[in-house]
């Protein structure tokens, strides 16, 4: 009946030491490992250990857990009754060692012998069950967890009108599981680490076998592995510790809360890992175009999604560029604009006591606030801040005159398009402040300087090994199918080769031909 931990399975990669007061190995007296439970868990009134009498054994024993973390229903049932009450329905004659009774004796199907002290603490930690008895060195870890925990549901960050809406929760064993039963296969792979000196938060690397570049799945073994710190609470706090361009304002690592989306992104030859208390899988490697790509675009039809991509392009270069335009056209450039528009812009600018510049920087500052606020209120509160603020903070400001009613709009509409990419959002906030600088000094020539700063910047980001801008630069045809437009999905027989997978060749079947029934020769 033995089972195993796949967070300290022989498959993980690496398992930091627990770091508290109990070294070595389990010991065979009871009293010792005990007394050494005690000093470890000293002032935890959660700690709970229960010593009793294995009636069939003929000796003392002893259980340790968190209360609150493990089902005691579950250990009455298949670790004490075994040992205490059913001790004479049960052959316990011969019984001198754990493997025997865990083979023998206990109920439970995940559990796991454990020699070293620092593995029992951590699975007690963990939230499993260490059973103890006396005059047998080691420990039995039954896996008995039961915390409170979120039931699956919607995920708020990326809805669909037409598609799976279950997203993932806090617990990272749901999670392993919403993964393996989309990808129901043996060569995915879940290899998990402990990350954190003090949290011991257990991370899972998950990719494919034979998908997957070896290459790619060492490097990120390898960065997981060199995390030296105390506390790892979710996987935004793991991104610094693991990303490839730690200064760059551009993210190099997605992260997804579907596990539709995280199973694909395995299938083409990704790694997705998975961080115990945290509803969000990160996916590596990350190119920029993912920024513009949704997991609804392959259940509605190619020609809308590609148009869809094409108005999320556009919405990105608005957002990015809309305010630098306008400060550029109205200080710099008159002569671009037709005369009807100069007239009317002039007119509205009459009488207002600051520049271009200063007009589209303030109404920027006020967006800024009026978005951090309706985030971080309660969310009745946060969309009344948000909608009303809006409205009533820009006419009232159109109003008194210091700001004119373009550079509402202008500022409106940018709003507007940076919610139409939001992986790009707080990268788009940014940049928008380099370019707006960069109109007020040289006009269009700085835009133009600026858009070449950021592109190049892209252009050399780098995501574990692969280039970030692939396959746009350098060009790569074989892959343009899934770019900023989107071929049928008949037609993308190879998986993309910028993430350099094992099997390349993902499908075999081509475009779809039937011949439909005409109905016995009817019409």
Not at 244 to 249: D, F, G, H, N, V
Request: include cysteine; glycine fraction near 8%.
């Amino acid at each position: 009946m033995a089972g195993t931990n796949n967070a300290n399975s022989p498959g993980a990669f690496a398992l930091k030491p627990a770091g508290i007061g109990w070294d070595g190995d389990v010991a065979a007296s009871l009293a010792d490992n005990i007394a050494s439970l005690r000093r470890a868990f000293e002032r935890c009134g959660d700690f709970v250990l229960r010593e009793f009498h294995a009636a069939g054994l003929n000796r003392g024993a002893a259980l340790a857990f968190i209360d609150g973390l493990v089902k005691q229903d579950f250990i009455m049932d298949n670790v004490l009754k075994p040992l205490v009450v059913y001790s004479r329905e049960i052959d316990m004659a011969g019984i001198d060692s754990l493997e025997q009774v865990n083979a023998r004796v206990l109920l439970s199907i995940d559990t796991k012998l454990v020699a070293e002290a620092v593995n029992a603490l951590d699975a007690i930690l963990h939230g499993d069950a260490l059973l103890l008895i006396d005059g047998m060195p080691g420990g039995i870890v039954v896996t008995a967890r039961g915390w409170e925990r979120r039931a699956i549901s919607e995920p708020q960050t990326e809805t669909v009108v037409f598609g799976p809406r279950e997203g993932f929760t806090e617990t990272l064993r749901v999670n392993t599981a919403l993964l393996r039963r989309r990808v129901c296969t043996n060569d995915l792979r879940m290899e998990a680490i402990s990350v954190g000196a003090r949290s011991h938060t257990t991370v899972v690397a998950a990719y494919i076998g034979g998908i997957a570049d070896p290459v790619i799945v060492d490097e990120v073994k390898r960065r997981l592995a060199t995390v030296d710190v105390d506390v790892i609470e979710n996987s935004g706090q793991l991104i610094e510790y693991i990303e490839s361009e730690p200064a760059s304002i551009f993210e190099t690592v997605s992260y997804t809360e579907k596990p539709d989306v995280a199973a694909s992104k395995l299938m083409e030859g990704r790694v997705a890992i998975l961080v115990d208390g945290s509803p969000f899988a990160l996916v590596v490697p990350m190119l920029f175009v993912e920024c513009f790509q949704t997991s609804e675009d392959y259940s509605i039809r190619p020609f809308y999604a590609t148009f869809l991509r094409l108005l999320r392009l556009l919405a990105f270069f608005i957002s990015l560029t809309a305010p630098a335009i306008y400060v550029a056209l109205v200080s710099r450039h008159q002569e671009l604009l037709p005369s009807s528009l100069l007239f009317t812009m002039a007119a509205t600018a009459e009488g207002l006591p600051f520049p271009s510049l200063v007009e589209s920087a303030l109404m920027l500052v006020i967006f800024e606030v009026l978005k951090e606020a309706g985030i971080r209120l309660p969310r009745p509160v946060g969309q009344a801040i948000s909608i009303v603020g809006a409205l009533v903070m820009g006419q009232a400001a159109i109003q008194a005159g210091l700001v004119g009613a373009p550079v509402v709009i202008i500022v409106a509409m940018t709003a507007v398009a940076s919610f139409a990419v939001p992986m790009l959002a707080n990268s788009i906030s940014l940049m928008r402040w380099f370019l707006l600088a960069l109109s007020g000094m040289f006009g269009g020539y700085g835009i133009t300087l600026g858009l070449l700063v950021i592109f190049a910047h892209l252009a050399s980001l780098k995501s574990f090994g692969v280039l970030y801008m692939n396959p746009i630069a350098p060009i790569r045809v074989v892959d343009l199918k899934d770019t900023f437009a989107r071929a049928p999905l008949w037609s993308m027989r190879l998986r993309p080769l910028s993430l350099r997978p094992q099997d390349a060749v993902r499908q075999r079947s081509g475009m779809p031909r039937f011949e439909e029934d005409n109905g016995g020769g009817q019409g």
